[in-house]
């Protein structure tokens, strides 16, 4: 189920009987046809175990299940919107960034130390976002949002991308992540977030990066 682009800050979905997605509560803008909106209370497609275990991380955001024959249109706060398709890989993203998201998408959790061990828990902490992130997985869209705009940046064997954590925004493909203390020429110039860090980001995939070190 592709998300059409209205503009920079909406999206629209179609839906068909026996189809449904998830979307942030309160990020129905307009819609036609017959649809429904019912609030989730089993944590997405990945059950009630997936939702235990976000609520435990702070990683929960409140969804609406989306149900129903027509079309939807999202937005939310006049943040960016960038659709972002699954082909079987996992996108790793804060959970207040899902905008909405395919039903067929499998949601869980990670414990952001699985990846880069300590340093991956303090990237936690210096960004604010928390020491979990929400996964999804499978094939499908995801609309998220972001402040001032997003980037795609590939990351490619041998050619790892450093972004400042403050920016990012989500990653996906066989990536790792690590983060590394750095003085570069934001902070020598006093515009950088106050964290000497950068987040380095290696393997196969793509990582997404905003306009903005403010967080939603």
Do not use: C
């Not at 929960?60 to 960038?82: K, N």
């Not at 001032?148 to 954590?165: C, K, W």
């Not at 106050?194 to 070190?213: I, N, R, T």
């Amino acid at each position: 189920m592709p998300f059409r682009e209205i503009n920079s800050k909406m999206v629209e979905a179609t839906l068909a009987p026996g189809q449904k997605l998830f979307s942030q509560r309160g990020a129905m803008l307009a819609y036609r046809g017959e649809v429904s909106f019912t609030p989730n209370i089993q944590g997405g497609q990945g059950g009630v175990a997936s939702m235990i275990g976000r609520r435990v991380a702070g990683e929960a955001a409140p969804l609406m299940t989306v149900e129903g024959s027509g079309t939807v249109m999202f937005g939310h706060g006049g943040h960016h919107i960038q659709v972002i398709s699954l082909s079987g890989d996992t996108l790793y993203v804060e959970a207040d960034r899902l905008l909405a998201f395919d039903g067929t998408l499998q949601q869980g959790t990670m414990f952001m130390g699985s990846q880069g061990g300590v340093m991956g828990m303090v990237r936690g902490q210096v960004t604010g976002q928390g020491l979990f992130t929400t996964t999804l997985t499978g094939h499908g869209a995801v609309a998220v949002m972001a402040h001032g705009g997003v980037i795609e940046l590939p990351i490619t064997p041998g050619r790892e991308v450093h972004v400042d954590p403050q920016a990012y925004v989500a990653h996906h493909g066989e990536v790792r992540n690590k983060l590394s203390t750095a003085v570069g020429w934001r902070d020598m110039v006093g515009r950088g977030s106050g964290e000497a860090f950068q987040l380095e980001l290696s393997g196969s995939g793509a990582v997404y990066v905003q306009a903005s070190e403010e967080k939603l």
